[in-house]
């Protein structure tokens, strides 16, 4: 190991002693972020509307991978969307 | 004698119990298989279940279990001779400590990760799940209500720590901004973080802070103890990434560092010990030493609070079941290390006995202030640094790690609110639930006068009820060992001197509380002294049961934990 590996090493483990302790909240956290951003997306899909929906539209496209994970997590068994049918 | 020669013969028992017992241990009685696939591999989700490097691991582990009680507990418990005090943390931390924190880690790891509570509820029964959460509450009420206590008499006591353990909060939370804002890398990052705290110790030194009496209508400890309680608070409820997590990290790496120069200077002044070996002339009021040590040094030589650590977050992260006996083990031998240290600065750090004396005038006198003290004392004759900057370097290291505890602390107390309120089918929100652990925490604090001395005296208390934990975590340990048909008496020693004793001086504080009539101190102790009957009767029932079973297959575990990773798919 030279001298260069091992510094990449020792700054890797730095890195998971710092973020190790809180990888399960700060995770959730995120995950709580993307959930409402979600629900900002999907708003106008789902019936609210919404005055930014021009601009949220073209990010359905980016966000369905997420979705059916999402769904699951609000508590709705099924696509709450007709024309997403990814359950 | 020299503290040297109490080091280097404690060190070295440490050293040999780790390379002798700890092998047995892994070997004969837990007998760890590296190809055992741990639950960080069969559960691996990159969030709670992760294969973590050894090394990691440990730091992180070390650094949960490490509050101020490893310091607390043995710089009391010195008023009765170094010698009683040396000899347990050194056997306790050899032949329990790191048998319960290894065994703890080995039980999770075989059970899928599960924490203490959900095995209890397994091999002891449901009672065993239950009387597990009353005794975690109470711990975590003690340990807030103590903390804070403790770290208001720091700050009276060694004034020039006020600025450098508040201004800790300052760097964590700047920390934070570096990392997560502005994506400074972390080594660069961590390297300013401590010079600032170093920095602010220099400045707390020269300007020490003195609160005027009365302050806001109350007297200087009582107004340090209620600051700290709405600190925690706020602490308890902000986003971790904003201050708990860098400040837990700027901490672990100030522990290092505070140890380090501790031991490095040791070694070099190696200081007589002043106090007696053995202290035949306690002062009056002093409680006998038996069963009284084993409960005053709780962390440091045994502590049930290792085994929520160790089945909580750090069984998920073991790589190979083989670590856990560098991780578990070594992680008690860490605690041992930081006790063994408290030891020598509280009785070598004095000029003279009767200097020694007029500190330990009376029982719970000495504590984390004598360590203070006589560790600066040490430290500058060691490395030259001057005496009140030593003190102050020590002082801080000890907030920090009370502080950063007592805020976790009230956190993990307003979840167990929280899941209460789910039982009794109340919502209870944050704001709300971290209210009721406040006021519950200051009203035990000051049950015995607004000097918050309510605090303080539970300590023997925290002590039994960390001992009781223990018991319970190696009676799981032993139904698992005799279930498996293998010798059960490395767990079953422990338990049951640890059960004798904690149960004994739970029983002993009973007469004298009520004596004293403190009525909550009173009711608290029932609770204990009714749970560690518990414990033992669900346990001997639960052995009974492990030993008319017939015996578990040898791979009962492997099987199981392969069949669920390889239908995972995971494999």
Known sequence: MTLRERWRAFARGLEEFYAGPYRRTLRRAQREEDDLFLTVVLAEALGVPDPAAYQSVELLPAVYEEFHAWHRRIGLDRSPLEHVGCC | ???????????????????????????????????????????????????????????????????????????????????????????????????????????????????????????????????????????????????????????????????????????????????????????????????????????????????????????????????????????????????????????????????????????????DLVAPAWNDAVPEGTPGILPLLFVTIACGAISGFHGTVSSGTSSKQLDKEGDARFVGYFGAVGEGLLALGAIIAATAGFKTLADWEAVYSAFGNGGVGAFVTGGGAIVNEGLGIPVSLSATILATMAVLFAATTMDTGVRLMRFVVQEAGEVVGVKVGKWIGTAVVLVIGLGLTFSAGADGSGGMRIWPLFGTTNQLLAALTLSIVAVMLIRKRRNPVAALIPLVFVFVMALWAAIDQFGTLADDKDWLLVAIDGVIIVAAIWVAVEAVMAMRRAASEPAEPEDADEVAARGEYEASGTS
């Open chain 2, 1 to 271: 004698m020299t503290s040297l020669w109490l080091l280097l013969i404690g060190l070295a028992m440490l050293a040999a119990g780790y390379a002798l017992y700890s092998k047995f241990l892994a070997t004969k009685i837990y007998k760890l298989d590296d190809a055992y696939p741990t639950p960080a591999h069969q559960l691996s989700d990159g969030v709670d279940y992760v294969p973590t490097n050894k090394y990691v691991l440990w730091g992180h582990h070390f650094t949960s279990v490490a509050g101020a009680a490893p310091i607390v507990g043995p710089a009391i418990a010195v008023i009765w001779g170094w010698l009683p005090a040396f000899l347990w943390v050194t056997l306790g931390t050899v032949f329990f400590a790191g048998m319960h924190d290894m065994g703890a880690l080995w039980a999770s790891s075989r059970n899928r990760g599960q924490s203490i509570g959900m095995l209890s509820g397994r091999y002891i029964g449901a009672r065993g799940r239950n009387l597990f959460l009353v005794v975690i509450f109470l711990l975590l009420l003690m340990v807030v209500a103590a903390f804070g206590v403790v770290i208001q008499g720091l700050f009276i006591s060694t004034p020039s720590s006020v600025i450098p353990a508040w201004g800790a909060i300052v760097v964590a939370v700047i920390v934070g901004q570096m990392i997560y804002r502005y994506r400074i890398n972390l080594l660069l990052t961590t390297v300013i973080g401590v010079t600032a705290l170093y920095a602010l110790i220099i400045v707390g030194d020269n300007y020490p802070v003195e609160l005027p009496d009365p302050i806001l209508g109350m007297s200087p400890g009582t107004f340090w103890i209620v600051a700290l309680f709405v600190y925690a608070g706020i602490a308890s409820l902000l986003p971790v990434w904003v201050l708990l997590q860098p400040r837990d990290y700027i901490n672990g790496v100030q522990l290092f560092i505070g140890l380090g120069i501790l031991y490095g200077a040791t070694l070099i002044s190696a200081p």
